[in-house]
C-alpha cells in the first residue's frame, strides 16, 4: 500500500488543487507566520519530524516542544499477550505517527467504506510538528492493589520505581494520580498531539482504559541550551538551571539509568514523575513584586538569581542582602529546589502550564503539569520535593492535585524492536 | 484505490448475473462502478443521473453550499434506504448503498432540516443483491424472526403499561415501564428506519424537534417520577400505543439487509456507551440499566443472526466478539436485582467506568463486522 509511506506533509504538497490541498496550504502558511515572529529555521524545525528510533526515547531530551497532551492508562486485560500485542500496535503507530503518516496503514480515507478508518483523521495535511510519543509503566502494571503479579513481570519491578511517599500539603485526587501506562505526546501543534493520544486511546480499546488525561500548553523548562527560558503561570522564569540535553556528562549520572542500577530492561530508560500542581492564581496576582521574587528567589524581569546580575549567573546561596539577611531567602523555592542542597540531585524537567477553564467560584482552574526525568527517584525526585513540601514559601500558593510515577524503557531500536520488548521477553 | 474495489464487487455481481457490462469494460455511464455525481447546494441537489442499475450504488455528493448538509436516498413511504450526515461545506462524501429496482427519492438537506429538496431515482433491472450469499441471506431472514419474537411482546407489554397510566395507577405504571422498553431497545434499529416514528415513541425532551410535541415513553416517565401526576396522562398513552401498532406492523414487514444488521449491532452498542452509561435515557426513573441490557441483547441478537456467516470470513473475531459480550454481560450481571436491575443512581462511578470499559471493549470487533460482512 503505497499510500501509507506518503508522509502527511508530501501529501499536503501532492494534492493539487483538491479540498485537501486548499487545508493543507492554510496549514503550512500558519506554520510559516509563526516561524517568520521566531526565526526561519525555527519554523522549519516546529514542523519538522523528530527521529522515533534510537537509544533512547525520544520526548526527554528533546528540544521540549510546545504543547502536551499526556494520558495515563488503566489496563483492563489480564492477558500478557494482549498487553505485548498492544505495546507492538502502539509501536507501529508511534512510528508512523511521528513521522507525520496516519496512525494506521491503511489510513484515514484510503479503507473499506463499510469500516472505520484506522486513522481519526484529524491530522490530515498537517506537518508531523515535532511529535514525540513516551511511554512509560507504573508500579501497579508489576503488582496490583492486593499484591498480584498481573503479567509474570513483578520480579522485574526496579527498586527505583518505589511508591512514592507522601509528602506535606499533598492533596492527591486518587481518580488523576497513577496508572499502569502512560504516554505523553508533545508537539508543536495541539492538534497533533491530541491526535497521537486519541488514536493511541483508540487502538487500546478493549485492552487499556484511559484513567486520566491533561492537556498542557507553553513548554516550562528548556531542556536545550539552544531554547529561551519560558515563563511559567507565575510569571517568572522556569527551567534555568534545568539539566540540559547538551550535558552529556549530567544526562550519564542524573538522567539515564545506567548498567547495573536495577534490571537490565530499564537500563537506557528514565523515570518519569508527574505532579499536576494548582496554583492559586488570584492570591498570587495580589502578592507584591518583591514578596514575589522573594518567595522564588529570582527576578521576575529577567530571571537573575537575587544579588546576581543575569539569569545564568550561578546562584550564590551564601551572598548577604544589604540587610545581613540571605540574598536568596532560607525559603525560597531556588534555594530548596538547588542540588546543592540536595545532594546534588537534579531532574531534567519539561512540564507545561495548564489551564482547565475555571473552577466554578470564579477562580482560574490552571497552574503547572509538572514533568521530570530522572535516573532514580528515591535519590532525585523524593528528597527535592521534601526539601519543597516542608518549607518552600511558595506552598502557600500550590496545590499538588495528581501525581504519577513511571519507568519509560529505554529506545525503540529498530522496526522490528518495541516499546517494552526487553520487560517481556 | 477504493474505485478500483467497487468497480471489481460490482463486476463479481454482473458475472453471477449474466456476464454483461463488466467484461465490456463497465463503461456505461451511471453503471454501479462509477460513482453518481450528486452537486448539493443550499436551493439544490442535483444528480449527475436520475437512473442507476440494481445494485449497489455509490453516490458521490459533494456539498458546494454554505449550510452543513445530509443526504438520503428514500423508498416509498419515507424508509431511508442510506444516508450521509454531516457533509461540510466544500467536502465530498461517499454513499454506498443496496437498491433493488424500484422507485427511489434522493434528497439533500441543507441545514440538516426539513423534508430536503427531493429528486426523482430510478433503480432498473435486476442484480444480485448482497444477500445473494446463502449465509447472509439466512441472517437476515434469521433477524425478521427476531424482530417478530420481540414485536410479539412489545405490543402487549404496551397495552398493559398504557393501561395501567389510563387506570391511574402509578406503582403498576412505574413497574412496567422498563418492562415494555425492554422489547423496544431490543430492536432500536429496526425502529430507526421509520424517521419519525422513533423520535415520537423514544424521544428525550431536549431531542424534540421545534413543533413537535413531547410523546412517547419519556414524557410518561416524567409525569410518573418528575411530577407523580398522571391524571392528564391518558391522551399521551392513547397516542403511544397507536404509535407502537403502527411500528410493529412496518417492523414485521421490514427485512434489514446484512449491513443493515451489523450497523445496527454497533448502534446499540453506542447507544448505551451515549445514553445509558451516562443515565441520560432515563434520567427520572433511573431504569436505565434495563435499557443497557436490552440494548446488547438486541446487538447479541443482530451478531447471532450473521454468525453463520461470519464465521465463513472471519472465526477469529467470532471468537474475540464471543468473548467480550461474555465479559460485558458478566460486567453487567454484577448490577442485578431481583428479576431486573439495580438503578442508574445506585451505581458508583467506579462501577460505571467498568460499564464503559467493556462497552468499549466490546464495539470495538463489532464495529469490524460491517467491513467483513461487505468484503467479498
Known amino acids: ?425 | 484505490m477504493r474505485p478500483t474495489r467497487v468497480l471489481a464487487l460490482a463486476c463479481a455481481g454482473a458475472v453471477v448475473a449474466g456476464l454483461s457490462a463488466c467484461t465490456a469494460g463497465g463503461q456505461e455511464p451511471g453503471a454501479a462502478g462509477g460513482p453518481v455525481a450528486v452537486s448539493a447546494s443550499d436551493t439544490a441537489c442535483e444528480l449527475a443521473s436520475a437512473e442507476v442499475p440494481a445494485g449497489t450504488s455509490v453516490f458521490s455528493i459533494k456539498n458546494g453550499g454554505a449550510k452543513v448538509t445530509e443526504f438520503y436516498v428514500y423508498a416509498p413511504g419515507d424508509r431511508i434506504m442510506g444516508e450521509v450526515e454531516n457533509i461540510a461545506p466544500g467536502l465530498t462524501r461517499e454513499l454506498h448503498v443496496e437498491l433493488p429496482s424500484g422507485t427511489y427519492e434522493a434528497a439533500c438537506k441543507p441545514g440538516m432540516i426539513g423534508k430536503g429538496i427531493r429528486t426523482a431515482l430510478k433503480v432498473t433491472g435486476s442484480a444480485e443483491p448482497l444477500t445473494a450469499d446463502a449465509a447472509l441471506a439466512d441472517a437476515t431472514d434469521s433477524y425478521q424472526r427476531y424482530v417478530r419474537s420481540q414485536t410479539d411482546a412489545l405490543l402487549p407489554k404496551t397495552e398493559e403499561f398504557v393501561a395501567a397510566i389510563k387506570a391511574g395507577d402509578v406503582a403498576k405504571a412505574k413497574a412496567l415501564y422498563p418492562v415494555a422498553r425492554t422489547y423496544w431497545e431490543r430492536i432500536e434499529p429496526v425502529a430507526e428506519i421509520f424517521g419519525d416514528l422513533d423520535p415520537k415513541i423514544d424521544g428525550r425532551e431536549e431531542v424534540i424537534a421545534d413543533g413537535m410535541e413531547f410523546t412517547g415513553f419519556h414524557r410518561l416517565e416524567k409525569d410518573l417520577w418528575a411530577t407523580g401526576d398522571i391524571s392528564k396522562s391518558g391522551p399521551i398513552a392513547d397516542r403511544l400505543l397507536a404509535d407502537v401498532k403502527e411500528i410493529v406492523a412496518k417492523a414485521n414487514a421490514e427485512k434489514l439487509t446484512p449491513l443493515q444488521l451489523a450497523n445496527g449491532a454497533k448502534e446499540l452498542l453506542d447507544e448505551v456507551a451515549t445514553g445509558k452509561i451516562t443515565g441520560e435515557e432515563d434520567r427520572y426513573s433511573h431504569t436505565d440499566l434495563w435499557d443497557f441490557a436490552a440494548n446488547l441483547e438486541g446487538s447479541k441478537a443482530a451478531i447471532a443472526a450473521l454468525r453463520p456467516a461470519l464465521e465463513q470470513r472471519a472465526p477469529d473475531l467470532v471468537k474475540q466478539l464471543d468473548s467480550e459480550f461474555a465479559a460485558t454481560e458478566a460486567a453487567l450481571g454484577k448490577h442485578r436485582s431481583g428479576d431486573g436491575w439495580k438503578l442508574h443512581n445506585q451505581l458508583s462511578q467506579a462501577e460505571l467506568k467498568e460499564l464503559s470499559d467493556v462497552i468499549n471493549a466490546l464495539a470495538e470487533p463489532i464495529s469490524k463486522v460491517a467491513a467483513t460482512i461487505a468484503a467479498k
Open chain 1, 1 to 425: 500500500m503505497s499510500e501509507s509511506r506518503v508522509s502527511r506533509r508530501r501529501v499536503m504538497t501532492l494534492a493539487g488543487l483538491g479540498v485537501a490541498g486548499v487545508a493543507g496550504a492554510a496549514a503550512s502558511a500558519g506554520a510559516l507566520v509563526r516561524g517568520a515572529i521566531d526565526a526561519p529555521a525555527a519554523a522549519q524545525e516546529a514542523a519538522g519530524a523528530v527521529p522515533f528510533y534510537g537509544d533512547h526515547q525520544a520526548g526527554i531530551v528533546t528540544p521540549a516542544q510546545d504543547r502536551l497532551h499526556f494520558v495515563a492508562f488503566d489496563v483492563i486485560t489480564k492477558s500478557r499477550e494482549r498487553l505485548v500485542d498492544l505495546l507492538q500496535e502502539w509501536t507501529q503507530a508511534a512510528a508512523r505517527m511521528t513521522a507525520g503518516r496516519d496512525a494506521g496503514a491503511i489510513g484515514a480515507v484510503n479503507g473499506a467504506p463499510e469500516a472505520p478508518p484506522d486513522d481519526t483523521g484529524e491530522a490530515l495535511d498537517l506537518p508531523p510538528s515535532g511529535l514525540t510519543i513516551t511511554v512509560g509503566f507504573g508500579p501497579t502494571l508489576f503488582r496490583d492493589a492486593t499484591g498480584a503479579d498481573r503479567f509474570g513481570i513483578a520480579a522485574k519491578r526496579p527498586p527505583a520505581l518505589a511508591d512514592l511517599p507522601r509528602f506535606p500539603h499533598d492533596a492527591l485526587d486518587p481518580a488523576i494520580s497513577g496508572g499502569d501506562l502512560c504516554v505523553q505526546a508533545c508537539a508543536h501543534d495541539p492538534q497533533v498531539a491530541v491526535h497521537a493520544i486519541r488514536n493511541l486511546a483508540r487502538i487500546g480499546m478493549g485492552v487499556v482504559s484511559v484513567r486520566w488525561s491533561q492537556l498542557g500548553f507553553g513548554r516550562t523548562s528548556s531542556t536545550s541550551t539552544a531554547q529561551a527560558t519560558p515563563r511559567n503561570l507565575f510569571g517568572f522564569k522556569d527551567g534555568t538551571a534545568n539539566l540540559k540535553a547538551e550535558e552529556t556528562d549530567l544526562l550519564r549520572d542524573q538522567l539515564w539509568v545506567q548498567p547495573g542500577d536495577g534490571p537490565d530492561w530499564m537500563t537506557g530508560g528514565s523515570y518519569l514523575v508527574t505532579r499536576k500542581i494548582r496554583m492559586l492564581i488570584e492570591t498570587w496576582d495580589r502578592s507584591p513584586l518583591a514578596e514575589q521574587e522573594a518567595i522564588i528567589g529570582r527576578t521576575k524581569g529577567t530571571g537573575a538569581p537575587l544579588g546576581r546580575q543575569r539569569e545564568f549567573d550561578e546562584i550564590d546561596l551564601a551572598a548577604k542582602g544589604a540587610d545581613g539577611q540571605p540574598a536568596v531567602p532560607v525559603d525560597s523555592h531556588v534555594r530548596l529546589a538547588h542540588h546543592s542542597v540536595n545532594g546534588g540531585a537534579r531532574l531534567l524537567r519539561r512540564g507545561y502550564n495548564f489551564v482547565d477553564g475555571s473552577d466554578g467560584l470564579g477562580r482560574l482552574n490552571a497552574g503547572l503539569f509538572f514533568i521530570a526525568y530522572q535516573r532514580d527517584p528515591r535519590k532525585q525526585f523524593v528528597p527535592i520535593q521534601r526539601s519543597l513540601a516542608g518549607s518552600d514559601a511558595l506552598n502557600e500558593y500550590l496545590r499538588h492535585v495528581s501525581s504519577g510515577l513511571f519507568a519509560c524503557p529505554r529506545g525503540v531500536r529498530d522496526g522490528g524492536d518495541y516499546l517494552g520488548r526487553a520487560l517481556f521477553e
